[in-house]
């Protein structure tokens, strides 16, 4: 049986529970996600569609949650738009957006793009 909690509650439909949302961060305490990054580093979780679609969906399957967001980073967009950036361990860009340098990093079209991972 399908879920359709979050889907009625999207319509605006009455239902008997809200569907439940939890924002986490997985690394932290969740097994399934330790468990993946034992194999695979976290660009790599991020950037490939099936690993992100895993990571995003251990906790629907382990807490029976309605909802999940796809696993990724917010910086991605940045490093789209020009900025190297690495990860070691934790997010570090090699240079920054600035007065002087704001239209090297403008390319909203480039930015897009290198969002479509695969």
Known sequence: MANTLFQNALSRQKQNIPPIWFMRQAGRYHSHYQKLKQKYSFEQLCKSPDLAAE?????INEFD???AILFSDILYILEG???ELKFDPGPKFSSYINASNLKDYSNIDKALDHLKFH
Do not use: H, I, R
Not at 55 to 59: D, E, K, L, N
């Open 55 to 59: 990571v995003a969906s251990g906790p």
């Open 65 to 67: 949650f309605d909802v």
């Open 81 to 83: 738009l020009g900025l």
